[in-house]
């Protein structure tokens, strides 16, 4: 994280004061926050991409990649992480040329600060929901920086052409975000479920397991799991140590990160494109 940059100096300030504000919230207020600001981050983001193909700033056949985080607007304190809402950093490749992050490509100070702060805003959080986020970014099939990319690519190969207004490819682009990711949340549940061997063994208290489902209903709910010192053995289980011997995860870790997978699933089914959003952008938008 040390060679992470600030995207502009008052995107930073602005990043880190709305930070401010979120320090005493529940765990599952700040999953939702988390997650919607995510989503409408996407959904923004693909405003932004679809008018700048409209305006001819990208060719229907640039290459789009998408890596780890090149800006953030702070560093988190007192043992949580700034985690980014946005799962990685967009790269578009024009002709031979080197890539670049999607702001390169517009000459606009505020339009370009208003791309760039799409991937540099971050949310404090405890730790064990970064390291989800982390997994769902890297390790389902498919990833969210793998998802992110590929709906990028598809608004500028499927543009239907409009200077000003918002084409209806960024709506199914963004359906398709809302299906894949679900997918990779739930994936990552049932790996991390497995690993932990929370099915078998659910983390105390021991008579209740850690999936439950809802009588006369199909809907699977995630119980919440307090620590308890005295049933230490059973957090001996799936302990996941490094190469150097530390430990690195233990079974409340991923009953933790399994219960923020469980709060992404709900905040992200039935997300839609928010037509404020839609507005915003095509009303501020300058090349």
């Not at 980014?84 to 390169?104: A, E, F, M, T, W």
């Not at 990028?152 to 239907?160: E, M, N, P, Q, T």
């Not at 659910?202 to 439950?212: D, F, H, I, N």
Request: hydrophobic fraction near 35%; include cysteine.
């Amino acid at each position: 994280m040390d060679d992470r940059t600030k995207s502009s100096k008052q995107v930073a300030a602005e990043g880190a004061f709305s930070e401010l504000l979120q320090r005493f919230r529940s765990e599952r207020d700040l999953a939702k926050d988390h997650i919607f600001g995510r989503n409408s981050r996407v959904a923004e983001l693909l405003c932004y991409i679809d008018l700048m193909r409209g305006h001819n700033l990208l060719p229907a056949n640039a290459k789009v990649s998408c890596k780890g985080a090149i800006y953030q607007d702070y560093e988190s304190s007192s043992g949580n992480q700034a985690a980014h809402y946005l799962p990685g950093q967009i790269i578009i490749q024009v002709g031979s040329k080197g890539g670049h992050d999607p702001s390169y490509f517009v000459n606009d100070t505020c339009t370009r600060n208003a791309i760039g702060a799409l991937f540099s805003r971050e949310q404090n959080l405890p730790n064990d929901y970064n390291k989800a986020d982390s997994y769902v970014e890297q390790y389902t099939r498919p990833g969210m920086k793998q998802i992110l990319a590929e709906i990028c690519r598809g608004v500028i190969c499927d543009h239907v052409p409009s200077r000003k207004r918002v084409s209806p490819i960024v709506r199914v682009a963004l359906h398709k975000w809302i299906a894949t990711s679900l997918t990779a949340y739930l994936a990552a549940i049932n790996r991390k479920t497995d690993i932990a061997d929370l099915k078998e063994n659910p983390v105390p208290p021991g008579t209740e397991p850690a999936l439950v489902k809802v009588p006369n209903s199909d809907e699977i709910v995630l119980e919440p799991h307090l620590y308890k010192p005295e049933r230490a053995d059973v957090y001996e289980r799936a302990v996941r140590k490094n190469r150097k011997g530390a430990v690195t995860a233990t079974v409340w870790d991923y009953s933790q990160q399994i219960r923020s997978l469980g709060y992404y699933v709900e905040f992200t089914e039935g997300f839609e494109l928010p037509m404020k959003i839609v507005k915003d952008v095509e009303s501020t938008f300058k090349p």
